[in-house]
């Protein structure tokens, strides 16, 4: 089991910034990908961020060049900097893990319970 809690979200003016963090504690060894979704109401839970284990990093088109993913394994914590922030940008961003244990192979997605981001304008 992996447990993820989220913290840093909040109200920003567009063109601000925030920076989202998610610790991660349990059976953290066996945490393979990072990520960050989001979803705004009415509306499905998408991918923001990824990043392996090895520090590969994939974004979504809307977020290039603005968001930028990082992980420090020592800490077991996943950041999202979130900078030029955008109306559209609201949402309810969750952590994401993806474990995956070797024998007996079993793969897992975690979540944590999210935490909201509002841009104003």
């Known amino acids: 089991q992996v447990r993820l809690v989220e913290s840093g979200g909040g109200l920003v003016q567009a063109g601000g910034s925030l920076r989202l963090s998610c610790s991660a504690s349990?059976?953290?060894?066996?945490?393979?990908?990072l990520g960050w979704f989001r979803q705004a109401p009415g509306k499905q839970r998408d991918l923001v961020a990824r990043?392996?284990?090895?520090?590969?990093?994939g974004y979504a088109d809307s977020v290039k060049g603005r968001f930028t993913i990082s992980r420090d394994n020592a800490k077991n914590t996943v950041y999202l900097k979130m900078n030029s922030l955008k109306r559209e940008d609201t949402a309810v961003y969750y952590c994401?893990?993806?474990?995956?244990?070797?024998?007996?192979?079993?793969?897992?997605?975690?979540w944590g319970q999210g935490t909201q981001v509002t841009v104003s304008s």
């Open positions: 994401n893990a993806h474990s995956v244990v070797t024998f007996p192979y079993r793969s897992s997605d975690y």
């Open positions: 349990g059976n953290t060894g066996s945490i393979n990908d």
């Open positions: 990043i392996s284990v090895s520090g590969a990093t």
